[in-house]
């Protein structure tokens, strides 16, 4: 027991500080760590695996869809960021700079790329000649830089990793499709894989990509009711491919300019998963993108037979689930048990004596801590069972945090009162005037998440000004 009580202690408690929560999780789940570089942090195995599986994921999905992977340089010139005038102004301040190149001073600045639409703009350019090369629709898994003034691991890191799809098409109609196309996937990646409900919709202007015509989203909302932007795909038209020259000859001979997409989602979405999942214990890993799905932990593993029985089972079950084994002899069984817990293993399998003598094992179950008696001939189906309810009920248990954290404003003061009661989405009517969605940014903090593509009618009245609303929105604060 004092194994346990030591263990958790080490972990700040997830009401009291829910940011040194998430940070003491990212530390002691060994998912990252801090580097000498503030703002750029190394990913350790564990974290890095999990990122993996949700990359893995996405990119049978893209390919599924006719995109293909490649891969351009990190640094670009000056004035591909000053090409489109939105851009520039959207990414200047978070732009990371070189000037020299060994001991020569560069002639032109190159800068970090904090995202590459110039780039891909630019390459297809020289690529596009004619209507039959269209679609193209490429993606690369890379990393970016954008020099955040606060910075948090994995949150917002001052250097992340991500994937960015560009795809250019023929027709607004074509382009628009799969900009939605893309929104769909990454619903799916958060909701199938990392078992968190998400919010669809639009982005106001304030809130669109700098450069784009419309920019859609997926939220997703964390334990203390702050919202994460978890994935976003943008229809950019042709405010890219207009200054970069990326033209075709149309069908009947004339010259067009391309209509042009980008989609991202990045580590954040590792973040997300901590937020909206763990707990004082630790992490909690849904079954699906969990590097490990099962861990096995022998009891009294000095005894005859325990450690061959165990061997013996994991032999069983390790081409059908993602096992481990802990043979670890310095720690006690009750350390083990706490480590696991924190790493959010989906589910311990203990084995001692008596177990094994009656053909049988404990299941423990992260997400309720419920142990089950199992015979070892029923285990990789009971298992199996086990990790697709597991996955349904984080799911599930997220939702109704969510359903919990979302209440209703008509006006300002109820605004104010849902915010500081019962921090979440809020969802109220908006009359379409930047000036209301500014006021409610300056007086509680909260921006605008989306307009949900589900709309609801809430009240004839902009929550702001009074004036006849034109759209539902859901605001709240956000990482």
Same mark, same amino acid.
């Given at each position: ?302 005894? @005859?037979?325990?450690?061959? &029985? $165990?061997?013996? =089972? ?5 081409? #059908?689930?993602?096992?481990? !084994? *802990? ?27 008596? @177990?094994?003598?009656?053909? &049988? $094992?404990?299941? =423990? ?5 419920? #142990?089950?008696?199992?015979? !070892? *001939? ?102």
């Amino acid at each position: 027991m004092g194994d346990k009580e030591n263990f958790v202690k080490e972990i700040t408690n997830i009401e009291e500080d829910f940011a040194k929560w998430f940070t003491d999780i990212v530390i002691k789940a060994e998912l990252a760590d801090y580097t000498e570089v503030k703002g750029f942090i190394a990913y350790k195995p564990y974290g890095w695996a999990i990122w993996e599986n949700i990359r893995d994921y996405e990119d049978k999905e893209f390919k599924k869809r006719g995109v293909q992977n490649i891969a351009l340089p990190m640094f670009m010139p000056e004035h591909y960021l000053t090409t489109e005038k939105d851009h520039v102004e959207g990414f200047a301040p978070e732009v990371a700079w070189i000037t020299e190149g060994g001991e020569k001073k560069l002639e032109e600045r190159l800068y970090a790329r904090p995202t590459s639409e110039p780039m891909f703009c630019r390459m297809y350019s020289r690529w596009l000649k004619s209507w039959r090369d269209l679609p193209m629709k490429y993606n690369q898994w890379c990393n970016v830089i954008r020099w955040e003034k606060e910075t948090r691991p994995i949150l917002r890191s001052r250097e992340f990793f991500w994937q960015e799809g560009h795809t250019i098409h023929e027709t607004e109609e074509e382009a628009r499709k799969l900009t939605l196309e893309m929104l769909d996937v990454y619903a799916d990646t958060i909701e199938n894989l990392l078992a968190i409900p998400v919010v669809k919709g639009k982005k106001t202007n304030l809130e669109k990509f700098a450069g784009a015509v419309d920019t859609y989203t997926v939220e997703t909302l964390m334990h203390d009711g702050r919202a994460i932007q978890a994935g976003t795909s943008h229809y950019l038209g042709q405010n890219f491919t207009k200054p970069f020259g990326v033209k075709f000859q149309t069908k009947d001979g004339k010259e067009e300019y391309a209509y042009h997409t980008s989609w991202g989602t990045s580590v954040r979405l590792i973040g997300a998963m901590i937020m909206a999942h763990g707990d004082n214990r630790g992490l909690k890993v849904p079954p699906k993108v969990a590097p490990i799905q099962a861990v096995i932990v022998p009891i009294q593993m000095q005894k @005859d037979g325990v450690l061959d &029985k $165990c061997n013996e =089972v994991y032999e069983s079950l390790k081409d #059908k689930f993602r096992m481990k !084994l *802990d043979d670890r002899d310095q720690y006690s069984p009750g350390y083990k048990f706490n480590d696991w817990e924190m790493r959010g293993i989906p589910v311990r399998i203990e084995m001692g004596p008596r @177990d094994i003598e009656n053909n &049988k $094992c404990v299941l =423990v179950r992260r997400d309720t801590a419920e #142990k089950i008696d199992v015979s !070892l *001939d029923e285990l990789d189906v009971k298992l199996n069972e086990l990790m697709e309810d597991i996955q349904k009920n984080m799911y599930n248990m997220c939702l109704e945090n969510t359903k919990a954290k979302t209440t209703i404003a008509h006006n300002m003061e109820e605004f104010e009162k849902n915010l500081k009661e019962n921090q979440g989405y809020i969802k109220a009517m908006w009359c379409g005037d930047d000036t209301c969605e500014d006021h409610i940014h300056d007086v509680t903090g909260a921006k605008s998440r989306c307009i949900p593509f589900k709309e609801e009618h809430i009240d004839d009245k902009c929550v702001v000004c009074g004036k006849p609303a034109k759209y539902m929105v859901m605001w709240g604060k956000q990482y």
